[in-house]
């Protein structure tokens, strides 16, 4: 189950980046279930920029602690394995990615530090090493620029689709393309599902701005699908800029280049971001919740969160029940000091439902079910206290979710 | 669907303290359907004290609001509806209560600021005024001090049973009873169900340290299934002290019979905080978790919540899944600075799951499932920062949950 209408869209290869994908079993089953690949490579030649975000959780996985201590090499290739997290297994967990960027290095004839490797599924179990070691060759050969759609199939865990977003730009007469693929579930706290995104471009652009660019991107994006802080063990985003656009570098931050190249990341990236909310755990709805007029941008995301994460929201959602009281309560709730609740507006959608702290007059049940029984909602607070507003998205609480967490591991 | 092993208690009647029920028909459900008394009416003589604790939510009810103006006078009597909670109602909302009171103070010859009111359940919609007040003079016929029980249905929303907790002690060679009742559902964020509860005891205590008393064992029991703040709008906690018993005032707080006091109260008001828990909407598990050796109680207190509002967490409780790696992870997005997760040991029961922040050598899934099968679990993390220790009690998040609160108005 999941939001409709986030099909996969056509995906503009990028010059120099291939990926190749195979099956390594790393979950083992007995008899070995092939259901999709679980190993995928991508590599990028030399003269590529490579920029890096990843998980703020204090028990941040093996991988992502190689990927840190390698990130300002000159990064060649990344392997990434769905199926375990390689997450919580301490100095074996470390041994364990570095023998796999050892194997691609081997594979590619680059060295071990020019390889960044990813890890998504179960937490606390050690790798297959072997398994996958011994996957890596059969991946290598089949590196092509047009393999998108499996690399996106093949670092998915519970995701019930691919995800991808691609779009091109034209900056001084040439063509700049930028491609990405994500995967992860937005769930109650869409915060604790492994997030993976993996954008290419082939826009030449120099490092510490290429760096710059991806953590200003991710904040408008993943970051407003989840809390400051409140990440899972491995999330990681990671940004690849090939140059083998005949387009000008991009080093001035005033340039329409740059201002062209930004909007377009950041569309990438929403567009990303906002698929694995609408593939959330049993996701049947994707709500954004914008607050206007709040004294900070903070305050703002504050009272979003507040909504965003109540449950009792979440199952209203589910259930197509315009319960407005729920949303009143988590703004409520929200710690916001000083709030006069008798100023607090609400849309849902179109329609009024909160006037002045108390349903509106013009409020009937049949309005807000017009809006609640849609796919895709917005929930609009205006606090009317200042000048800042923010949005965040997320999905409503329904039966599958309970299902699928409950079942993930059996 | 609750957790089992919470029978209704044998309650002592407190002299003094007396309960009518009745049916109002708040709902106003056509044709009625009587579930249950949904008026309750509570009544106590002139020289009992009387304390309250409230919610504070931004947005709080209309009878929150008046029983704060009320609060310092002679209180003698309680009124309480259920099925609805008569907030976000403006100023309708606060003449809908006064005139509830009014109404209660005419039948029983008091002062309408000697009644305090109560609502609970669906926000925004005004209350059916004439219908209560019609009601009155049947539940004021109805009291008497043997009325615990129907007292505790009476007050029930969503709860599948009523809860109550009563104990004697003795003071100086004369009996002292604690006995009280509570309604509310614990839920993945317990804070956002409204949670009442009225405790009465015979003691004569001055009625400033008797609010006292009520806010310490308020922080120690209904503050320990909920987040600082983040409350519903209606929650509200009452103690009434009718002074009857023969034993002496209680007065000096270093007293044996301060003491003793204390202690009673304290565990009558535990027992109905986790009475409200353990029928959490849709629980089938009730789970203590405990924090040891923080460096302080809010760090302790920060991680606590963390692992028990954590929706991966609960689902694994509910599938009897000892899925460890969740633990670790809320535990790792707490948000505790500087953190040394290679420190940290996690048990399940008695069995040692995380050690020194990695799966333990002795564990294995059969021992964990043998915990994790049980219908009462603990789960202790020793940080190993400092000396602060604290316990939170929370439960499993199961399909039922969703059920109960997708359809709770339909």
Not at 33 to 39: H, M, P, T, Y
Not at 317 to 329: E, H, M, T
Request: charged share 20%.
């Amino acid at each position: 189950m999941a939001v409709d209408g986030f099909e996969f869209p056509e995906m503009h290869t990028v010059a120099g980046f291939k990926m190749g994908c195979a099956f390594a079993d790393v979950k083992g089953r007995k008899p070995a279930v092939i259901e999709k690949d679980d190993l995928v490579l991508m590599t990028f030649p030399e003269e590529s920029t490579v920029a890096g975000v990843f998980t703020k959780n204090a028990f941040c996985a093996a991988p992502v602690i190689v990927c840190k201590e390698n990130l300002s090499e000159n990064i060649r290739a990344l392997v990434i394995n769905s199926g375990n997290a390689n997450a919580c297994t301490g100095d074996r967990g470390l041994t364990d990615a570095r023998t796999i960027d050892q194997k691609v290095a081997e594979v590619l004839s680059i060295q071990e530090k020019q390889v960044l490797p990813f890890s998504t599924g179960v937490v606390g179990e050690h790798l297959p090493v072997e398994r996958i070691t011994s996957t890596i060759q059969a991946a290598a050969d089949d590196l092509k620029e047009a393999n998108w759609t499996r690399a996106a199939r093949g670092i998915m865990t519970t995701d019930t689709r691919p995800k991808g977003a691609s779009v091109t730009i034209d900056v001084g007469g040439e063509t700049i393309t930028i491609t990405g693929i994500s995967k992860g579930s937005g769930m109650i706290k869409p915060n604790m599902a492994t997030m993976l995104a993996y954008v290419a471009t082939d826009a030449k652009v120099e490092k510490q701005l290429l760096q710059q660019l991806l953590v200003d991107a991710v904040d408008q994006s993943f970051n407003r699908i989840t809390v400051d802080g409140d990440t899972s063990t491995n999330d990681s985003c990671i940004l690849v800029a090939t140059s083998q656009s005949r387009a000008s570098e991009i080093k001035t931050e005033n340039s329409e280049a740059y201002l062209a190249f930004v909007a377009a990341l950041n569309s990438v990236m929403l567009m990303l971001a906002q698929a694995i909310v609408a593939d959330g755990e049993g996701a049947t709805k994707l709500v954004a919740v914008k607050v206007e007029h709040a004294e900070s941008n903070k305050e703002a995301l504050r009272v979003a969160y507040s909504i965003a994460h109540s449950p009792l929201v979440k199952t209203a959602l589910f259930a197509s029940d315009p319960n407005w009281g729920r949303i009143v309560v988590a703004i409520g709730y929200a710690g916001v000091q000083g709030l006069d609740v008798s100023k607090i507006d609400v849309h849902i959608g179109s329609v009024l439902i909160v006037e002045a702290g108390q349903r509106a007059p013009s409020y009937s049940e049949a309005l807000g079910q017009s809006v609640f029984s849609q796919d895709r909602i917005d929930i609009t607070v205006d606090l009317k206290r200042g000048d800042s507003n923010e949005t965040v998205w997320t999905s409503d609480l329904s039966y599958d979710y309970v299902k699928i967490n409950a079942e993930y591991r059996s």
